[in-house]
């Protein structure tokens, strides 16, 4: 099984400034035929589902505001929110669909703020 | 859009087997695969297994030998039961599919979890 490690645990951030999330893979999750790396960004809110944020390390899913960004490749990726907003106090997880199954899931990441 | 709703018990008592039922509504279930995912509380995700409309399954190692996916077309719902259960089952259990469609999928047909229902609480006490 591929093991997710997310750095760091927790975070906090003054509103307006820059929060970085940091997940590694244990085992390379790009698939080199087409450069594509299988690694999915999710955000959960307290009493919600996780909602998908970013997919294939680097591209936001439809509706996800463009102050998020991932990217990375092969075992190390970061996850990024360029100006922090209220909205974004959440859990974030990173998850691999390289190597399935089983899925996996990084530890989280809760992002509060400072 | 597909929308996910999960259903059953929320206390069960310890040996037993835990049973939850997924309602896919919008959407047929005749397509995708469909997954169940848990979560302990204050912890992270877990992903347990997901059956694809066909009835084919897949099942996490850690869980494998306790779980079993099942599929009802006809009532466009899928199940899961956990047999054996101990306190360290107690978790909200979620459904989720991945519903964007081949071209996003890994080489083994894996993908992101685009779709998730609200979640339910399963805990686990005699």
């Known amino acids: 099984d591929i093991v997710m490690t997310q750095s760091p645990d927790s975070l906090a951030v003054s509103l307006g400034e820059r929060a970085t999330i940091n997940c590694k893979s244990s085992?390379?999750?790009?698939?080199?035929?087409?450069?594509?790396?299988?690694l999915a960004w999710y955000q959960q809110k307290p009493g919600q589902p996780p909602k998908l944020l970013i997919y294939?390390?680097?591209t936001r899913e439809s509706g996800v505001p463009d102050r998020f960004s991932g990217s990375g490749s092969g075992t190390d990726f970061t996850l990024t929110i360029s100006s922090l907003q209220v909205e974004d106090v959440a859990v974030y997880y990173c998850?691999?669909?390289?190597?399935?199954?089983?899925?996996?899931f990084g530890q989280g990441t809760k992002l509060e703020i400072k | 859009q597909v929308q996910l709703q999960e259903s059953g018990p929320g206390l069960v008592k310890p040996s037993e087997t835990l049973s939850l039922t997924c309602t896919v509504s919008?959407?047929?279930?005749?397509?995708?695969?469909w997954s169940w995912i848990r979560q302990p509380p204050g912890k992270g995700l877990e992903w347990i297994g997901y059956?694809?409309?066909?009835?084919?399954?897949n099942y996490n190692p850690s869980l494998k030998s306790r779980v079993t996916i099942s599929v009802d077309t006809s009532k466009n719902q899928f199940s899961l039961k956990l047999s054996s259960v101990t306190a360290a089952d107690t978790a909200v259990y979620y459904c989720?599919?991945?519903?964007?469609?081949?071209?996003?999928?890994?080489?083994?047909?894996?993908?992101?979890?685009?779709?998730w229902g609200q979640g339910t609480m399963v805990t686990v006490s005699s």
């Open positions: 989720a599919s991945n519903t964007r469609g081949p071209e996003y999928s890994s080489p083994q047909g894996g993908d992101a979890f685009d779709i």
């Open positions: 919008g959407g047929s279930i005749s397509s995708y695969y």
């Open positions: 059956i694809y409309y066909s009835g084919s399954t």
């Open positions: 085992q390379s999750v790009l698939y080199s035929s087409n450069n594509k790396n299988f």
């Open positions: 294939w390390a680097s």
């Open positions: 998850q691999q669909y390289y190597s399935t199954p089983p899925y996996t």
